[in-house]
C-alpha cells in the first residue's frame, strides 16, 4: 500500500512538473517581469539602478541564450522559459521594448535613461 501511494504521488509530482512547463511556453511571464523591471527602472533614483533593471528587461526578453544577455547583471526571469522572445511572445513588441530598454542602458543621463524605461515598460503591456 505505501509502495503504491509513493508511486502515486511521484507520478503526480511528475505531472504537475511537467504541466507547469508549457504554461510559460508564450513568454507571458517573462513580459511581466521584464514590465515590471521596466517600471523599476523607471522610478529608481540613480543612474546604477535605472541600468541594473534595464539589463533585468534586457535578459528577461532575450533570454540565456540570446544577443545582448549579462549574465553578470542578474536574471530575474531564472526559470521562466528561455526569454520571452525564443518562447514565442510578440516580437514587435518585444523588439521595441529592447531597444528602449538597450538605449536607457547607454545613455548615462539619469532623465533620459528613466524615460526610456518607462517607455520600454509601456511597450511590454
Known amino acids: 500500500m505505501i509502495g503504491r501511494l509513493m508511486l502515486s504521488a511521484a507520478g503526480i509530482a511528475a505531472l504537475i512538473g511537467f504541466g507547469?512547463?508549457?504554461a510559460f511556453a508564450d513568454g507571458g511571464q517573462e513580459v511581466a517581469t521584464?514590465?515590471?523591471?521596466a517600471?523599476?527602472?523607471?522610478s529608481a533614483?540613480?543612474?546604477?539602478?535605472?541600468?541594473?533593471?534595464?539589463?533585468?528587461?534586457v535578459n528577461c526578453i532575450v533570454g540565456p541564450s540570446g544577443?545582448?544577455?549579462?549574465k553578470a547583471a542578474g536574471n530575474p526571469c531564472d526559470g521562466q522559459g528561455n526569454g520571452a522572445m525564443a518562447d514565442g511572445g510578440d516580437k514587435m513588441k518585444l523588439g521595441d521594448a529592447l531597444a528602449k530598454a538597450k538605449a536607457g542602458i547607454a545613455n548615462d543621463d539619469l532623465a533620459a535613461s528613466k524615460k526610456a524605461a518607462g517607455e520600454a515598460q509601456?511597450?511590454?503591456k
Do not use: C, E, Q, R
Not at 517600471?39 to 523607471?42: L, T
Not at 533614483?45 to 528587461?57: A, E, F, G, P, T
Not at 544577443?67 to 549579462?70: A, H, I, Q, T, V
Open 20 to 22: 507547469a512547463v508549457p
Open 34 to 37: 521584464a514590465a515590471t523591471h
Open 39 to 42: 517600471g523599476m527602472a523607471a
Open 45 to 57: 533614483s540613480d543612474i546604477k539602478m535605472v541600468h541594473m533593471h534595464l539589463h533585468h528587461v
Open 67 to 70: 544577443d545582448g544577455f549579462d
Open 122 to 124: 509601456a511597450a511590454l
